[in-house]
């Protein structure tokens, strides 16, 4: 008998292996799938090679298209402007555009791998007729559209059908909302809808119309500006909330007329009924919803339009006397100046600190959680009662004793000094003041993440575990199989949140590190920097137009993990 040796194989080297495969795919298939299309995506898929993203566009997946056509003009445009920064012929303050100018490239050719592949893969889709949804903004565009028209031709219909009374109702109702429901007895939507287009009528004349003329002429008015752009916002709104109302109240008419068509009619009494049934959250909800635009829509909008504005500081007690100034502020922060160095140094921090930020509560808390969920642990909850000890003590009183603790005159210090050694500025030297900040938010974040993943791992069925002891599994084999991808899971979106939430936390810096005298410090990130602009600079259109990127970095971080994330994917097969 012949000895056949089996040859083993190193996971690692076959995983290696697999990803290269992975890799080269679009590269191996590219020509039987060029072959098999046809002439016009033949030729749009060789163009795909030069304009990036116009395979997708011809084929109606417009945002993905546009993305990567914008990355790819941006890179260009970047270079043509500024051939410099890949030379480094640049002042020694701005080196460091070398390197991120080459980190831009980098990430183009990964755009344009990725615009390779995806355009392969739709065209092999569209070679064997497999549907795939377009892009959701064409989709959704559709449906909007395809609702006008289905209204307009109800329109007709019942107009053409109807009684005097019903052709009546539909003109009125163009003119006077409401009216057709008064006197059709619908007492509750007719006297809304009266009131909310008297009230928009009477707003408009004796108010919105100043508004919109004092925003268009904000260079030339004599007063207080802020309140010329806070009456713009708000007769803005009121202008979409009369539209909204105004058209609803069409549909509202329109549904009664083809009810009245059909011998069938809504009355008062049941108008009551849907009021507190089916359609009680309509009452419930009024309240959040001013309030999330009084105090959340109204400063958002308020922010963004002060981006657009030469504020930049107080010219008189009492008043603030800025104009229109298109996109200056932008230019501002990117030109080559202090605020750019300073826009450098400080989103490189903000990022990295978030990332530490996030990742070393969520995996102390993991670590924790796994312990005292360890049957060998006794006295559980006295271990848990000290860590949610650490969560009842304010924050704010937590971070004030460790910015005592560590400050120059601090305890710490005066410790060193007493066994001879030189006092150690803490907060003001680099990279020490940031490993103190990651730390310090270790203590206040760990626990949060601990209590939360407890109660996780508490839910995880126990049949899996049994099932893998069958199996023959290691206790290390069943964390790494079985606990942390459903733990990794289901905490997917707190990750995010969190990622997000340290990107504007304010409180761990500024209570840890204080305000510097208003001087940016190598411990400043975003937000606090956007602080110290406003509050203690005046360069309020400086820091509005940071706020802006800020919320473009949040969503886009947001958007893009989520999207590609396991809890949004595969949802469903974990359930």
Request: hydrophobic share 50%; aromatic share 18%; proline share 3%.
């Amino acid at each position: 008998m012949e000895n056949h040796e089996i040859k083993k194989v190193n996971p690692f080297v076959e995983k290696i292996a697999a990803e290269w495969r992975n890799f080269t795919l679009p590269f191996t298939k590219f020509k039987d799938v060029y072959q098999e299309a046809s002439l016009s995506n033949k030729i749009f898929i060789i163009l795909n090679f030069i304009f990036n993203g116009i395979f997708d566009i011809k084929t109606k997946l417009f945002g993905r298209g546009f993305f990567f056509l914008i990355v790819e003009v941006a890179l260009f445009l970047y270079i043509g402007f500024f051939p410099g920064f890949f030379l480094g012929q640049v002042s020694a303050d701005f080196i460091w555009l070398t390197p991120v100018s080459y980190l831009f490239i980098v990430l183009y050719l990964i755009c344009y791998y990725q615009c390779f592949r995806k355009a392969l893969v739709r065209l092999h889709h569209i070679n064997n007729n497999v549907d795939i949804n377009v892009s959701s903004i064409i989709s959704g565009g559709k449906k909007f559209f395809l609702k006008i028209r289905r209204y307009f031709k109800e329109l007709a219909a019942v107009y053409r059908y109807g009684k005097g009374i019903t052709k009546f109702n539909l003109i009125i109702s163009y003119f006077l909302i409401g009216l057709p429901q008064l006197m059709e007895k619908q007492f509750i939507k007719g006297i809304c809808y009266l009131l909310i287009e008297a009230g928009f009528i009477a707003y408009m004349v004796l108010m919105g119309a100043d508004a919109i003329n004092n925003i268009i002429n904000l260079g030339t008015f004599d007063g207080d500006r802020r309140q010329v752009v806070v009456y713009f916002v708000l007769t803005a709104l009121l202008i979409l909330f009369f539209v909204f109302v105004y058209f609803t109240a069409q549909r509202v008419t329109l549904n009664y007329e083809i009810l009245r068509v059909n011998d069938k009619q809504a009355t008062f009494k049941g108008e009551l009924k849907d009021l507190s049934g089916k359609q009680a959250y309509f009452i419930y909800l009024i309240l959040p919803i001013l309030g999330a635009i009084a105090f959340t829509v109204i400063p958002i909008i308020f922010m963004i339009l002060i981006a657009f504005t030469d504020w930049n500081g107080m010219n008189r007690v009492g008043n603030e006397t800025f104009s229109w100034d298109g996109i200056n502020s932008f230019l501002s922060l990117f030109d080559m100046g202090a605020h750019l160095s300073d826009l450098a140094s400080v989103f490189t921090w903000t990022m990295i600190w978030s990332f530490f930020a996030t990742f070393t509560c969520y995996f102390g808390g993991f670590f924790l959680a796994v312990l005292l969920n360890n049957k060998l642990v006794k006295i559980k909850p006295l271990w848990r009662s000290m860590f949610v000890i650490i969560m009842a003590v304010p924050q704010f009183v937590s971070l004030r004793v460790m910015n005592s603790l560590f400050s120059d005159a601090g305890p710490i210090n005066e410790w060193i000094t007493h066994l001879g050694g030189s006092p150690i500025s803490f907060w003001t030297t680099p990279g020490l003041s940031h490993f103190l900040i990651i730390l310090i938010n270790m203590w206040v974040g760990i626990p949060y993440n601990m209590l939360l993943i407890s109660g996780l791992l508490l839910n995880i069925p126990k049949d899996n575990y049994e099932a893998a002891e069958i199996e023959g599994a290691s206790k290390t084999q069943q964390f790494f199989k079985i606990t942390f991808p459903y733990i990794f899971f289901m905490t997917t979106p707190l990750l995010i949140t969190s990622f997000v939430n340290n990107i504007n936390n304010f409180n761990v810096i500024f209570f840890l590190v204080g305000d510097g005298g208003g001087q940016i410090a190598s411990t400043d990130i975003m937000i606090t920097w956007l602080y110290k602009l406003t509050i203690m600079s005046s360069e309020y259109n400086i820091g509005s137009a940071i706020g802006i990127i800020m919320f473009i970095i949040s969503a886009t971080i947001s958007l893009v993990i989520f999207r590609n994330s396991s809890a949004y994917k595969s949802e469903e097969e974990f359930r």
